[in-house]
């Protein structure tokens, strides 16, 4: 199975702040690639996919990029609703994988 | 619009079969390309895909799990069954199923969950 490594696991920001999240792929998956948000208590939220085509109705401070095996999600100005866990998903193989998850917190 | 929602047991025993039920509306999973997957995460853990099943009944599962899964589909209720044998406490998370749009296996429409335990 294709091994997705996301980093970092976690960090601080504050509101405002431009940030970036990395996932790496164990093996080339092209641009078969999606982010996800999830806040507490809640199911997962699809904001991009395709690497870097923007879900419908998702703010376009988030986009990302990436191809191959190295992919990121940049927040160009981070707002108080978008402190939450972000995780990556490769849909290049028919067994598809997430990432371990990055926590964006308050500073 | 398209929503789905998870039903089933809120506790098992270990060793029982966990079935749970996939309910949605907005689509059908009669339409070419589209897919219904399931996901678990285990408290404060990260997502782990377990199956999806496809609008030709073409099938696919996690390789660590296969031999405990079935996926189904019922096209005329709008109904996805994933079965889990074999329960074990380390299979408490919170279960979801998504949406899959055409030919993509990502997943565009979730369910709000539903959190099994396993317990004697």
């Known amino acids: 199975a294709i091994r997705m490594t996301q980093s970092p696991s976690s960090f601080s920001a504050s509101t405002g702040d431009r940030v970036t999240i990395t996932c790496r792929a164990s093996q080339g998956i092209s641009s078969y690639l999606a982010w996800y948000q999830q806040k507490p208590g809640k199911a997962p939220k699809l904001l991009i996919y395709a690497a870097s085509t923007l879900q419908s109705g998702v703010p376009s401070r988030f986009s990302g990029s990436g191809s191959g095996t190295d992919f990121t999600l940049t927040i160009s100005c981070l707002q108080s609703e978008d402190f939450a866990t972000y995780y990556c998903q490769q849909y290049y193989s028919y067994l598809l994988t997430f990432g371990g998850g990055t926590k964006v917190e308050i500073k | 619009q398209i929503t789905l929602k998870e039903s089933g047991p809120t506790l098992v025993k270990p060793t029982q079969t966990l079935t749970l039920t996939c309910t949605f509306s907005?689509?059908?999973?009669?339409?070419?390309?589209?897919?219904v997957g399931w996901i678990r995460q285990p408290p404060g853990k990260a997502l782990e895909w377990l199956a999806l099943i496809y609008w030709n009944d073409d099938k696919r599962y996690s390789p660590s799990l296969k031999s405990r899964l079935t996926i189904t589909k019922d096209t005329s209720k709008n109904q996805v069954v994933l079965t889990m044998t074999n329960m074990d406490p380390v299979d408490t998370a919170t279960y979801y199923c998504?949406?899959?749009?055409?030919?993509?296996?990502?997943?565009?429409?979730w369910g709000q969950g539903t959190l099994v335990t396993v317990s004697s």
């Open positions: 907005g689509f059908s999973l009669s339409t070419s390309g589209v897919g």
């Open positions: 998504a949406h899959s749009p055409k030919s993509a296996d990502y997943f565009d429409y």
